[in-house]
């Protein structure tokens, strides 16, 4: 999930909310960009993101009746599509528009057991929400953990080394934030609204800083890649 610290998400989530998407990859052109970025190179893998996003915005729409904010969902979807393109193998044989969506509904997924953790205890059959054609969603479906293979845990632990640093950059206000808003030290993922309640600051204030925040993270990153 490394790809997440050379990319900025506000601009993401901002072209996907516009609808902005670039033009589709040929075949030819997805497999030569798959093989610089699994050789590391930041271009190569910030453009199959970039290519991809329309997958965020189409699986979004499946949760939007989930009552979790769209930027939260589409911002969550945003982090399983960085982590599909930094774990995608062509070796795997599997399309990567398979397993990013893959990886996105799975994010997302996990979100919603999250923030169900932290409501009062409930049935595993209770019902949290609908998907965009009407199904039901409960807890129950999406209690789903894998074992991670060894590959998967060197990147983890590669990914949580540069994260460590990053984060280093910023100031103590900068981190309450982020570390709130993404689940970090050992905080459950908030919304701004839930933050700005909490530390009784306006939600377009926690937007500000958020942006800044991350804004921090990428230009380190970019200049310690």
């Not at 729409?61 to 599909?84: M, V, W």
């Not at 997924?109 to 595993?124: A, C, E, F, G, V």
């Not at 937007?207 to 380190?220: C, D, F, P």
């Amino acid at each position: 999930m490394f790809g997440f610290l050379s990319l900025l998400l506000m601009p993401l989530i901002g072209a996907i909310n516009s609808q902005s998407f670039p033009e589709t990859l040929s075949p030819e052109e997805e497999h030569e960009l798959l093989i610089k970025a699994e050789n590391k190179d930041l271009d190569a893998r910030n453009k199959l993101v970039e290519h991809n996003l329309r997958l965020v915005a189409h699986i979004v729409k499946k949760y939007e009746n989930t009552k979790i904010d769209k930027d939260d969902l589409l911002s969550i979807g945003a982090f399983g599509l960085i982590k599909a393109i930094d774990t995608y193998k062509l070796s795997s044989g599997t399309k990567l528009a398979t397993y990013a969506s893959r990886c996105i509904e799975n994010e997302i997924l996990m979100h919603l057991r999250k923030n169900k953790k932290n409501k009062d205890t409930t049935s595993i059959y209770q019902k949290i929400g609908e998907d965009k054609e009407g199904n039901e969603i409960r807890l129950c479906d999406i209690i789903e953990d894998p074992t991670p293979s060894i590959s998967s845990k060197l990147i983890q632990e590669e990914y949580n080394n540069k994260l460590k640093k990053a984060l280093d950059t910023l100031d103590e206000r900068e981190l309450d934030i982020i570390s709130r808003r993404y689940g970090l030290n050992d905080y459950f993922i908030e919304t701004q609204k839930e933050i700005a309640d909490k530390l009784n600051i306006s939600r377009s204030y926690v937007s500000r800083i958020e942006k800044r925040a991350l804004t921090k993270i990428y230009l380190y990153l970019k200049n310690n890649n």
